[in-house]
T-cell receptor, first 111, second 116 residues
Framework: DAGVIQSPRHEVTEMGQEVTLRCKPI?????LFWYRQTMMRGLELLIY????????DSGMPEDRFSAKMPNASFSTLKIQPSEPRDSAVYFC?????????FGPGTRLTVT | AQSVAQPEDQVNVAEGNPLTVKCTYS??????LFWYVQYPNRGLQFLLK??????LVKGSYGFEAEFNKSQTSFHLKKPSALVSDSALYFC??????????????FGTGTLLAVQP
């Protein structure tokens, strides 16, 4: 299995631009999680889905952030408009039983 | 509410010596506990888990963890540290709030530095 796939691996954009991060979970996993990691705030859960349905989005920082999961093999996290404080590493993880498996992350830099 | 605490921001150990990374938990009911490792510029990797059964759990890369119910601890251990073990280690507990879910609550992480 290829594991969780995220794209792009690196994204540099200017403030005000729209950013879309993509994730392909491990086949057969029914949970998908989006996290953000920064030095200041550590690892934060943004939102998670079960069977493509958003279950808890209480970690989404602002209305500028949105996430979708149109099918079992694809999810997006969108930031519109982006701000410098959104700079972080964004991880996607998927799960079937108990443990979660993480993707390699997308390093986002907003200038 | 479920929570985990990692009391040490950093642990330093010499190569070849045993290592321990500490984790304590607070849960209602039986805990599902996990350890993850994060190498620089990589995602978190699952090391091991405790669900039920033997209190000593063995995982990847020679790591093991001991579940201690009376002390509400789940410390990560390795008999002989390697320089390549240097990384950030996270303890996590499954959040059972709201029913069955695979949501995990992570600790703040402990940076392990193994000196040659």
């Amino acid at each position: 299995d290829a594991g969780v796939i995220q794209s792009p691996r690196h994204e540099v954009t200017e403030m005000g631009q729209e950013v879309t991060l993509r994730c392909k979970p491990i086949s057969g996993h029914d949970y998908l999680f989006w996290y953000r990691q920064t030095m200041m705030r550590g690892l934060e859960l943004l939102i998670y889905f079960n069977n493509n349905v958003p279950i808890d989005d209480s970690g989404m920082p602002e209305d500028r952030f949105s996430a979708k999961m149109p099918n079992a093999s694809f999810s997006t996290l969108k930031i519109q408009p982006s701000e410098p404080r959104d700079s972080a590493v964004y991880f996607c993880a998927s799960s079937r039983l108990n443990e979660q498996y993480f993707g390699p992350g997308t390093r986002l830099t907003v200038t | 509410a479920q929570s985990v605490a990692q009391p040490e921001d950093q642990v330093n150990v010499a190569e070849g010596n045993p290592l321990t990374v500490k984790c304590t938990y607070s849960v209602s009911g039986n805990p599902y506990l996990f350890w993850y490792v994060q190498y620089p510029n990589r995602g978190l990797q699952f090391l091991l888990k405790y669900i039920t059964g033997d209190n000593l759990v063995k995982g990847s890369y020679g790591f093991e963890a001991e579940f201690n119910k009376s002390q509400t601890s789940f410390h990560l251990k390795k008999p002989s540290a390697l320089v390549s073990d240097s990384a950030l280690y996270f303890c996590a507990v499954r959040d059972i709030g709201g029913g069955a879910t695979n949501k995990l609550i992570f600790g703040t992480g402990t940076l392990l530095a193994v000196q040659p």
